[in-house]
């Protein structure tokens, strides 16, 4: 069970941090990944994290701007999302890849960046 949550209304330039909890037990091969569906687009790939070493993956249109995150001890993946632009207006999801494909995905949170 994932379960997202800090979207909200903001303006370009400015940040926002989404958290995701994960339920049950993470193991080292798990990844967990953020992506994005802004409306009438399809649902596109953010960043990724991979729950043991920590190796993390940006789409281009965010690197630099969004960093994402882990806490092992809390079972928690982060989103910092820096330097916002009105084209990261979206529905953001978590979800999470235990071998090959994202198969467990939670519910979704709002952004809208205001230009």
């Known amino acids: 069970h994932l379960q997202a949550s800090g979207g909200g209304l903001v303006q370009a330039g400015g940040y926002l941090r989404l958290s995701c909890a994960a339920s049950?037990?993470?193991?080292?091969?798990?990844?967990m990944g953020w992506f994005r569906q802004a409306p009438g687009k399809e649902r596109e790939f953010v960043a990724s994290?991979?729950?043991?070493?920590?190796?993390?993956y940006y789409a281009n249109s965010v690197k630099g701007r969004f960093t994402i995150s882990r806490d092992s001890a809390k079972n928690m993946v982060y989103l910092q999302m820096n330097s916002l632009k009105y084209e990261d207006t979206a529905v953001y999801y978590c979800?999470?890849?235990?071998?090959?494909?994202?198969?467990?995905w939670g519910q979704g949170t709002e952004v809208t960046v205001s230009s």
């Open positions: 979800a999470l890849k235990k071998v090959v494909t994202y198969d467990y």
């Open positions: 049950g037990r993470a193991y080292s091969s798990h990844v």
């Open positions: 994290i991979r729950w043991g070493a920590g190796t993390t």
